[in-house]
Nanobody, 128 residues
Framework: QVQLVESGGGLVQAGASLRLSCAAS????????MGWFRQAPGKEREFVAS????????NYADSVKGRFTISRDNAKNTVYLQMNSLKPEDTAVYYC?????????????????????WGQGTQVTVSS
């Protein structure tokens, strides 16, 4: 079983930066693709970023490209989301997610149903 725990959310002003962390338990972490999603009130959960198990390949939603960076430290079982130049429209609960397969060399997983494990989420609020 894999458990994911997000941290690092908070209330910031537009233009500020935050770094989210997702600590994973379970030995499959270092072998599986990971992703970040977000969900704003009244909206569906949407893809933010994903990263291959080795960290060498990443994908981003167009809305965050150039502002957000996903990375991972497999030695620490942690995936990060560095968020710069935050905007009010980035306000949401942010979730990290993991797949269960250990054979993928891809980072191209964009839909929530493609992930098997989820954290509880961390709130990010950006004021204007």
């Amino acid at each position: 079983q894999v458990q994911l725990v997000e941290s690092g959310g908070g209330l910031v002003q537009a233009g500020a930066s935050l770094r989210l962390s997702c600590a994973a338990s379970g030995r499959i972490f270092s072998r599986t693709p990971m992703g970040w999603f977000r969900q704003a009130p009244g909206k569906e959960r949407e893809f933010v970023a994903s990263i291959r198990w080795s960290g060498g390949s990443t994908n981003y939603a167009d809305s965050v490209k150039g502002r957000f960076t996903i990375s991972r430290d497999n030695a620490k079982n942690t995936v990060y989301l560095q968020m710069n130049s935050l905007k009010p429209e980035d306000t949401a609960v942010y979730y990290c997610a993991a797949r269960s397969d250990l054979t993928s060399y891809s980072a191209s997983y964009f839909r929530p149903r493609e992930y098997d494990y989820w954290g509880q989420g961390t709130q990010v609020t950006v004021s204007s």
